[in-house]
């Protein structure tokens, strides 16, 4: 049976808090209830002991542990910290075991109390291994603290008034409603990844920041590293060591990731990245012998590329495959909601969401997989995106990857936490984990880029000759999730540009800049996103800085196929490779 250690993840969840309240806080506890779709399985408001306008809000996927899986946790150890997270900590227990602390749940997140208590808020966030969002409150030394993984792959959003009231929840629908007293609405923004946040807390609940501090960035080793010793990691950059480092780094990332005791699926569109993943996948949960297969899903119309694609990597790796069929109608019927959950108007971003939001749907209500592994990431790190090709130099091209990275939480995190958990599913990014991507963002620049025309050249090499997944998807080009899941006859992107084009007309683009001044819409499809946002989210446009585009060529839609340098071959590719997302 399955001899993965007995431990609790709390998991996909939803958090929410608030520190000196203006209102009555069984009036805002209303607003906690806009992220219940986080976690379906339970929900629990709580008030401060001795701070009468402080309070969290917790919405439970459970995972495992009955008796200890809510929050705020609280241990008897330390009966003056209380915390509410949302993530999984990889590394929990060969850190208890190793500092030799004390456990009293068998929750991963309790980790985090005892680092905090023996080494302090800076040094508790860099030790973790895992993706979270946490909010920390130590009523003894009166402080508040706030941190968000390496790329924001668990959400935050913060609500700071000049008065000093602090609300803090997983989306920034939490936060719309929240009564403050203030005349303007309150700035609500997205808590930086990477990062922690110190506040002091006052005797009437308010909040001062004190500090706000990176405690790890991308391109370095994280601070866990070294407590994890892997065999057979080589030093120096010879091609074949690198291609060895590369497999057992990745290995590693899927093998951490097993940590659920719910059904854990994959996500598989046929490409290079979610073939990657699953393979690995079902080749570890074989030797972890987990007591179910792996289940894979693939969504499209019957005759697209994907779909296809998919068929051939699931029957190469031997997963129970489930095909979601998608229709353009189903994607614009669907569009409002999705905007509604993603609380993003970037015109890539929305496009791609669609078919994630209907497949996670079709996950939630017909299988009983919970954690889903997806490919997120993989082109950010390894310059899978076909405007790589013109990058101006290995240099350029390696810091657009590191801006693509810290960016992935806007865009394609955001959209692959959105979509999934819309439906109380619970995603896992391998491609992100943090010591995986340090180790590529170390390799020379020149190995990176694009190399005999294919992008994510070295990556493919790593795995050439194993026979993981079958040769033709090794090499297989870069295809658009939302592009290459539609028929081949007319693909989901043109479908919603006739859509569209019945919605929008000339005059309304034209004025588009009057009234959207910032981030001005340039396209039809642009102004008919953003006029959805706006309906729901008036005056919140600053939540998408700016709009997911190509480097180094001319373009007013991220769709490659606007591009010059998109020309596809005459064989099985030319519906392949047909976009950037």
């Known amino acids: 049976m399955n001899n993965l250690p007995a431990h609790s993840s709390i998991s996909m969840c939803g958090i929410w808090a608030l520190f000196g309240s203006d209102e009555c806080l069984s009036v805002q506890c209303t607003n906690a209830m806009k992220i219940a779709h986080r976690g379906p399985d339970a929900f629990r408001f709580e008030n401060v002991n001795g701070f009468t306008n402080c309070c969290f809000g917790f919405h439970r996927l459970a995972i495992v542990d009955q008796l200890y899986g809510m929050q705020p946790l609280r241990v008897k150890k330390f009966p003056y910290l209380w ?15 190793q500092f030799e602390f004390e456990y009293q749940t068998k929750v991963d997140g309790e980790i985090l ?34 941190g968000r993984d390496t790329y924001g792959v668990r959400p935050l959003f913060r609500l700071l008034t000049d008065n000093g009231f602090l609300a803090v929840c ?10 403050t007293s203030m005349s303007t609405p309150a700035k609500i923004t997205p808590f930086l990844p990477g990062h922690f946040e110190v506040f002091d807390l006052k005797l009437n609940g308010k909040v001062q920041s004190v500090q706000m501090d990176r405690f790890h960035c991308c391109t370095e080793e994280p601070k866990h590293a070294p407590h994890n010793i892997l065999e057979g990691l080589g030093t120096g950059f010879e091609l074949e060591t690198v291609k060895s480092n590369i497999r057992i780094l990745f290995e590693d990332a899927v ?19 979610s073939s ?12 972890e012998e987990l007591p179910y297969p792996i289940q894979t899903f693939s969504i499209g119309a019957e005759d697209s590329p994907d779909v296809a694609a998919a068929r051939k990597v699931a029957a190469h790796i031997g997963s129970e495959h489930h095909e979601v069929n998608f229709t353009p109608e189903e994607g614009i019927r669907a569009l409002e909601e999705v905007i509604v959950h993603l609380e993003s108007y970037d015109i890539t971003t929305v496009r791609a969401s669609v078919g994630m939001y209907l497949i996670s749907k079709h996950i939630r209500e017909k299988t009983d997989s919970v954690v889903i592994f997806s490919g997120e990431g993989s082109d950010e790190l390894t310059q899978g995106y076909i405007y790589f090709h013109k990058a101006p130099s290995p240099k350029a091209a390696a810091e657009d990857s590191v801006r693509l990275l810290e960016e992935l939480y806007l865009f394609d995190v955001l959209r692959a936490d959105r979509t999934t958990a819309a439906h109380g ?9 943090h010591r995986f991507t340090a180790y590529f963002l ?9 190399k005999d025309g294919v992008e994510k050249h070295l990556l493919r090499e790593a795995f ?9 998807i090794l090499w297989r080009r870069k295809e658009a999730f939302s592009d290459g899941m539609t028929s081949m006859k007319k693909s989901w992107y043109a479908s919603l540009q006739e859509h569209i084009e019945s919605e929008v007309n000339d005059s309304q683009l034209e004025n588009a800049s009057d009234l959207f001044p910032f981030n001005p819409p340039k396209t039809k499809e642009g102004f008919f996103i953003r006029q959805i946002f706006e309906k729901h989210y008036p005056g919140r446009c600053e939540w998408t800085p700016h709009y997911w585009m190509p480097r180094w060529i001319k373009a007013t839609d991220p769709s490659a196929r606007t591009l010059s340098i998109y020309k596809p071959d005459k064989d099985q590719r030319s519906h392949q490779a047909s976009d950037l997302i």
């Open 83 to 97: 915390l509410c997270y949302n993530g999984e900590i990889y590394n929990h227990i060969r850190l208890k075991n």
């Open 113 to 146: 109390l005892h680092l905090y208590d023996r080494f302090g808020i800076e040094k508790m966030a860099s030790m973790l291994d895992g993706v979270f969002a946490f909010i920390l409150l130590d009523t003894a030394n009166r402080k508040v603290f706030l």
């Open 464 to 472: 050439k000759g194993l026979n993981l997944i079958p040769d033709e």
């Open 442 to 450: 170390s390799l020379p620049e020149e190995m990176r880029v694009p």
């Open 170 to 179: 997983s989306e920034a629908k939490g936060l719309l409603d929240v009564k």
């Open 276 to 287: 990657l993943v699953a393979a690995t996948l079902v080749k570890l949960a074989k030797e």
């Open 255 to 273: 093998k951490k990731r097993l940590m659920a005791h719910r059904r854990i699926g994959c996500l598989l569109s046929g490409g290079l990245d």
């Open 425 to 433: 599913l619970e995603l896992r990014v391998p491609f992100l984990d």
